[in-house]
């Protein structure tokens, strides 16, 4: 009987051996296998003017050329309660298949304000000349409602140009 027993005891310590294993090698088996190919980005790549802010400049850097945005205000701008300084603008392109994307270098608040016109200056590289289309936004405010979007304008395609972009902002 003593053996009996014995035989019973290493088959039980096996079976408490092969029940550990299981649950110990069961989570890295339902793991999923890693992917081969990596993802396809769902966003394509953002354009590759490298903007640097130039804020009264009257002539680009002899390298490349400048965008200049001007917004025209109403008369009646002051009585709406808006700060001209509170305003944010946003160079966006466009691709192939027709959708705009913000270019993240070419943001921020107007430069100035004089006689009821604002104005913001990017400089674009002699690389990124002649690119294109683009388009200008302009917010209430950073992440606030939109106010204006121009029309699609190109970087100029000359050293030393201006791409000047006009917009008006009305009160509602």
């Given at each position: 009987m003593t053996g009996n027993y014995?035989?019973?005891?290493?088959?039980?310590?096996?079976?408490?051996?092969c029940v550990t294993l299981v649950i110990v090698?069961?989570?890295?088996?339902?793991?999923?296998?890693?992917?081969?190919?990596?993802?396809v980005p769902t966003r394509p790549p953002t354009p590759t003017p490298t903007p640097i802010a130039s804020a009264?400049?009257?002539?680009?850097p002899p390298d490349g050329?400048?965008?200049?945005?001007?917004?025209?205000?109403?008369?009646?701008w002051p009585e709406v309660g808006m700060q001209?300084?509170?305003l944010w603008t946003v160079v966006q392109w466009r691709d192939d298949r027709g959708y705009w994307h913000n270019v993240e270098g070419w943001q921020g608040t107007l430069d100035e304000v004089q006689d009821g016109v604002g104005e913001k200056v990017w400089w674009?590289?002699?690389?990124?000349?002649?690119?294109?289309?683009?388009?200008?936004?302009?917010?209430?405010?950073?992440?606030?409602?939109l106010l204006v979007a121009?029309?699609?304008?190109?970087?100029?395609?000359?050293?030393?140009?201006v791409a000047l972009v006009e917009v008006a902002v009305l009160p509602w």
């Amino acid at each position: 009987m003593t053996g009996n027993y014995a035989s019973l005891n290493r088959v039980l310590v096996f079976a408490g051996l092969c029940v550990t294993l299981v649950i110990v090698l069961l989570p890295l088996a339902a793991q999923a296998a890693p992917a081969a190919i990596p993802p396809v980005p769902t966003r394509p790549p953002t354009p590759t003017p490298t903007p640097i802010a130039s804020a009264s400049a009257q002539a680009a850097p002899p390298d490349g050329s400048r965008i200049e945005l001007r917004v025209k205000f109403s008369d009646t701008w002051p009585e709406v309660g808006m700060q001209w300084q509170d305003l944010w603008t946003v160079v966006q392109w466009r691709d192939d298949r027709g959708y705009w994307h913000n270019v993240e270098g070419w943001q921020g608040t107007l430069d100035e304000v004089q006689d009821g016109v604002g104005e913001k200056v990017w400089w674009v590289a002699e690389a990124d000349l002649g690119k294109g289309p683009f388009r200008w936004l302009v917010y209430q405010e950073r992440d606030g409602r939109l106010l204006v979007a121009s029309d699609s304008f190109y970087l100029p395609s000359d050293v030393g140009r201006v791409a000047l972009v006009e917009v008006a902002v009305l009160p509602w």
